[in-house]
């Protein structure tokens, strides 16, 4: 059983940046081995993909964050992270991790002014 702990969101002015954190946790996985996603959820639309990391450090994006979002792991805090920056109104959503089909909560970004 794995515990993701996704935090960091909030309320942002277009242009604006913020950085997301999920947090690995439970017994007998080893985090650095697997891949890792964010995923987010816009009002009204399903869940689509934003951003992959491999064990590996390989990482690929959804084209609509291209060039201003950045994936990245710290294998050591079992952590990933999601770094956001020209943030526009059409990336608010609900931002999920994901390990191995495993979800956390979620955390909401809106981009507003």
């Known amino acids: 059983q794995v515990q993701l702990v996704e935090s960091g969101g909030g309320l942002v002015q277009p242009g604006g940046s913020l950085r997301l954190s999920c947090a690995a946790s439970?017994?007998?996985?080893?985090?650095?081995?697997?891949?890792m996603g964010w995923y987010r959820q816009a009002p009204g639309k399903q869940r689509e993909l934003v951003a992959t990391i491999t064990s590996g450090g390989s990482t690929n994006y959804a084209d609509s964050v291209k060039g201003r979002f950045t994936i990245s792991r710290d294998n050591a805090k079992s952590t990933v992270y999601l770094q956001m920056n020209s943030l526009k109104p059409e990336d608010t959503a609900v931002y999920y991790c994901?390990?191995?089909?495993?979800w956390g909560q979620g955390t909401l970004v809106t981009v507003s002014s």
């Open positions: 439970g017994r007998g996985f080893i985090f650095r081995l697997y891949v």
């Open positions: 994901n390990l191995n089909g495993f």
